[in-house]
């Protein structure tokens, strides 16, 4: 029988991914997908202190950065930032992969995939997500299987 | 409205539409959860692939008690029935996960959990990766029921690692097999020990085979290639040191890392510096991995992303043993001069440790933190250049060394202040052995410190005060000039009152004691008592758990210490004086020493008296808090920056509990924690209190229950006092509040006809029972509010007495353990004046005062 003890991040036990991010340079945020239980203001917080971690980063860095008491896995696509925030412990290759994963499903999805694309279907990418990520963790990785799925579900509407 | 899933007349995309606005827009502690569980429990009893896959999706996405209470019986059915589909398997097992990370009582094991390790064999690789997820979360809190698990994985990575390129087709990403399962079985094997030989056998051909694998030439050039090859060759290492029992397998994990020390990509490099991090700790492959050295030092200095930097200087500090100690110090401290200042504390606090450790001449170790000293003064904090003084003390065979170099290190025109408190310190106990050579003689000793006293903050000028005594013990030659000092007007008459303190008592001190009393009072500080260093503990916190260090006491406490030598005499830093423990813990300590480093905050008087710690005044606040609590029992009843007090407490007749909660809002431990309840004369014959006391280390984040039994004896007006210290970092903490146990408290609500309550009420006529006050409405006055005020006072709320319905009547019963009063109110609002006329009868004066001006400000 505890009391909240303010705005610390709470860790979940063995949770692997906290939230995916997709940023514009400019910052404004085209996907959210939370997988932890935010505030409304802890997410603004959240999205404005990512979007100032990696925007300053360059070819130089790496592409894994701690934040918090996490880290970060990041990559620019054009004018795009796919962030993926996970433990300290997970594996920074294989989910800087797995974000590759999902740009290439989502490229072969809208086909030749730009920004718009997310700003206008946006229902669409949460679908897309939500088939290869689920509860914080990695749930699909087969593109093909993916794709047959999205094509399914497109077909029915 | 919402497009809810489940009306008859759906279409696929408003019940698409209408999950996904449940998943993104509505949080878990929203009603229409409710009318959505039933939609889901349609859908998922649909038995179509789809409707059920959307259900899970979205009972994964919102996760809440609720829907955890309605379904978490239903989907482990569902994983292990044979005729589920593989895709809603997938999704079931992620959804069981969710549900079981934030409601583990509602998912107890059962029959499935033999049938989920199953699945780590099924066809399906998407519903292998899902349960693999799922079994290695649950495996953490249900080791033996998943067991099983550990040789299913482990021939299943074997299958995937060996495969041909062609057999996985749909799993094959840029020519690597199942990379992400791969992964994913690696993380379930590290939640478990080494297996038995027979399956050990395999796992290690397995791990074999991935190393290998790295050797040969890539399929592709393409990054996605190497990348998805590495992470699976990243985690099989990961493995290899958790399991820590195969020389052989390390060795190799470490040479392939020391390949991708010089890769081109930063990634690769950034990570090998990380992963050879945990393997320096490892006894099998210490010295592989310390033939690396150059090339990490080379890291450090030319690596551009300051991270990378952080994790070479992380390498360093792992593999440093006595072999390389003094190398590495040197390398640390070079680049502690251009180091990014977030990072300075961290590197200072490693060098200290690592000069500490390593030290086989104590000069050295005393030049190396002088070093530090120079180079990032700011950030040595007072664990750091308490030890050094400690050890200073402990090692006669440096004591002329220390004071020689600190004397030379004070000539510099501009030097850090925490050298001016090291070198005070020292000066004053052992500047007598380089008082023979004229260039440091006594009087030229003091001049230097003297010249840097205006500098210095009250804290450092406290303790030069100490050294100045001290000289005049030592060299009495100096005695008329410290003096002279001493009797300024600026010390005497120091605004700040340790330092006007210290004057006037070193002052009296010099003048009336005979040298004989005098040596005896400042005789030399003698050795402290070998404890834990602080500095080790300050940088755990820093790191946080499971970092080198704690993998470090771990590998120290398996194998003797292989580098030999004796271990220096830790000691404990400095901790506030409290009124009956001894001055710096020192157990059987001679008469009286003086002038301890000043902790800050404590007070000289604490030397020589016995009385309490000053209890600080109530806090800002304390009044309008101590208010809210009349009418409810539970809450946050102060907060500051570093700590939280919570309440929660039950009352019943005359006895009550309260729960007191203490926060540490911070990452760094209280120490020295102490609350003390505090019952003025008055209060005390009349209020019981009991408690035990609270553990004196609150750790960073953390919180502790303090519980206090309450017992009301008789009636009473005042409040006790809570009064909480602490020592926070380097400073001292004071807190007081008032503590809601009021009179009200044991108030118990009597409902009674309205016959009764007039009759009572005309039995309570003479002037002492009735109090009666007519105030502003400081709240708006609501009806309901006030009514459930009233009822949280203690009182009943009792209808149709009063002919006016906008009145307020209550009645109750105050129980103390002597005797019972019988309690009347009448509660007269006027909303046109926004003022109320509150009247209290009761059978005793100071009770029906009491009450009244409680429940007056409640309004």
């Known amino acids: 029988m505890g009391l909240n003890l303010g705005k610390c991040l709470k860790v979940g036990e063995g949770l692997e991914i906290r939230f995916i991010l997709i940023q514009n340079r400019a910052g404004k945020t085209r996907l959210a997908k939370w997988y932890m239980q935010f505030d409304d203001d802890e997410k603004q917080k959240l999205i404005e202190e990512v979007h100032a971690v990696v925007t300053v980063r360059d070819a130089k860095h790496t592409n894994f950065v701690e934040f918090r008491n996490f880290k970060i896995i990041y990559r620019r696509y054009a004018g795009l930032y796919f962030c993926i925030c996970v433990d300290v412990n997970d594996n920074n290759l294989a989910y800087l992969e797995a974000i590759h994963n999902f740009v290439e499903v989502l490229n072969e999805y809208f086909h030749n995939v730009c920004e718009l694309d997310l700003v206008f279907n946006f229902y669409k990418v949460y679908t897309v997500v939500d088939e290869m990520f689920l509860a914080g963790e990695i749930r699909e990785t087969s593109q093909t299987k993916v794709l047959k799925q999205l094509l399914m579900l497109q077909s029915l509407e | ?859």
């Open chain 2, 1 to 859: 409205m919402v497009p809810v899933p489940g009306r008859l007349k759906r279409s696929q995309t408003s019940q698409l539409k209408g999950y996904l606005f449940i998943s993104v827009l509505v949080n878990s502690n929203s009603e229409l959860i409710r009318l959505i569980n039933n939609a889901i429990k349609n859908d998922l009893a649909s038995r179509n692939p789809t409707f059920m896959g959307l259900a899970l999706h979205c009972i994964a996405n919102v996760g809440s008690r609720e829907m955890a209470e309605a379904f978490a019986g239903e989907i482990p059915k569902i994983l292990v029935a044979g005729d589920t589909m593989d895709s809603v398997k997938q999704s079931a097992a992620l959804c069981l996960l969710r549900l079981y990370r934030t409601s583990p009582d509602l998912v107890p094991m059962g029959d499935w959990t033999s049938r989920v390790v199953h699945l780590l064999n099924d066809q399906h690789l998407g519903v292998v990766t899902a349960a693999t997820s799922l079994i290695s979360t649950l495996a953490q809190k249900n080791p033996e029921e998943f067991k099983t698990s550990v040789s299913l994985a482990a021939s299943r990575l074997s299958r995937i690692v060996t495969s041909a390129s062609t057999d996985l087709q749909d799993y094959t990403y840029y020519f690597v097999p199942a990379p992400w399962l791969s992964v994913k079985l690696l993380r379930l094997l590290q939640c478990y020990p080494p297996p038995d030989p027979a399956v050990r056998g395999r796992l290690t051909e397995c791990l074999e085979t991935v190393l290998n694998k790295a050797q040969e030439p890539p399929k592709s050039k393409k990054v996605q290639h190497s990348n998805a090859k590495n992470a699976v060759l990243f985690e099989a290492i990961s493995l290899i040191i958790h399991h820590d029992s195969e020389p052989n397998l390390l060795v190799r994990a470490c040479n392939q890392l020391g390949q991708f020390l010089q890769h081109r990509e930063t990634n690769l490099r950034y990570l090998a510096l990380e992963s050879m991090c945990t393997l320096a700790s490892s006894e099998f492959s210490h010295e592989a991995v310390k033939t690396h050295i150059e090339t990490v030092i080379n890291a450090l200095k030319t690596e551009r992303d300051v991270s990378v930097r952080q994790r070479a200087v992380d390498l360093l500090y792992a593999m440093c043993d006595r072999s390389n100690a003094q190398q590495i110090v040197a390398e640390m401290l070079s680049y502690l001069e251009t180091a990014d200042y977030s990072i300075r504390e961290e590197i200072v606090l490693k060098v200290a440790i690592l000069a500490e450790k390593y030290a086989v001449d104590y000069t050295w170790y005393v030049d190396t933190i002088l070093n530090l000293i120079r180079i990032a003064g700011d950030y040595v904090s007072e664990e750091v250049w308490y030890r050094v003084i400690q050890i200073v003390i402990n090692r006669d065979d440096v004591q002329g060394y220390a004071a020689k170099t600190v004397f030379e290190a004070l000539q510099a025109p501009a030097c850090h202040e925490n050298l001016v408190k090291v070198g005070g310190y020292i000066l004053g106990e052992f500047g007598n052995l380089i008082a023979g050579d004229p260039r440091s003689s006594p009087l030229i000793q003091f001049n230097l410190l003297h010249s840097k006293f205006h500098l210095c903050s009250v804290a450092t000028r406290a303790l030069l005060l100490s050294t100045y005594i001290k000289f005049i013990n030592l060299f009495p030659e100096t005695k008329a000039t410290i003096q002279g000092v001493l009797r300024a007007g600026s010390q005497l008459r120091n605004a700040d009152v340790e330092l006007q303190q210290r004057a006037v008592e070193y002052l009296r001190l010099s003048t009336v004691a005979s040298t004989d009393i005098l040596a005896t009072v400042l005789e030399e500080m003698p050795p402290f008592p070998e404890r834990e260093s602080s500095i080790l503990a300050k940088l755990k916190k820093k790191k946080g758990p499971n970092t080198v260090t704690d993998l470090e006491e771990a590998k120290r406490e398996r194998s003797a210490d292989v580098n030999g030598g004796p271990e220096p005499a830790p000691a404990s830093a400095v901790s506030t004086p409290s009124p009956s423990a001894d001055l710096l813990g020192l157990g059987a300590a001679p008469p009286a020493p003086a002038g301890p480093p000043p902790s800050s905050g404590g007070l000289l008087v604490d030397v020589f008296s016995d009385s309490p710690s000053a209890v600080a005044p109530l806090a800002p606040g304390s009044e309008d808090n101590f208010a809210r609590f009349v009418c409810k029992n539970n809450g946050v009843l102060f907060e500051n920056q570093l700590l939280q007090i919570g309440l929660k407490s039950e009352f019943r007749q005359n006895l009550g509990r309260m729960f007191i909660f203490y926060g540490n809002k911070t990452s760094t431990q209280f120490l020295s924690f102490t609350p003390t309840l505090i019952c003025s004369d008055d209060l005390q014959p009349n209020l019981s209190l009991q408690t035990k006391p609270v553990d004196p280390t609150v750790d960073g984040g953390a919180q502790v229950q303090q519980v206090v039994n309450i017992e009301c004896v008789s009636d009473f007006t005042e409040a006790p006092v809570l009064n909480i210290q602490f020592r926070y970092g380097g400073t001292f903490q004071n807190v007081s509040v008032k503590l809601p146990i009021t009179l009200n408290k044991f108030f118990q609500p009597t409902e009674m006809a309205s016959q009764d309550f007039f009759q009572r009420w005309k039995q309570l006529s003479s002037p002492q029972q009735e109090v009666q006050n007519i105030f502003k409405a400081k709240h708006p006055m609501d009806t309901e509010i006030t009514k459930a005020k009233i009822i949280g006072f203690g009182s009943a709320l009792l209808e149709d007495v009063d002919p006016n319905p906008a009145n307020f009547v209550g009645a109750g019963i105050i129980h103390t353990r002597t005797t019972q009063i019988g309690c009347l109110l009448r509660l007269e609002p006027n909303l046109q004046a926004q003022m109320y006329r509150l009247t209290l009868r009761t059978s005793k004066e100071a009770v029906s005062r009491r009450l009244c001006a409680l429940l007056s400000e409640q309004f």
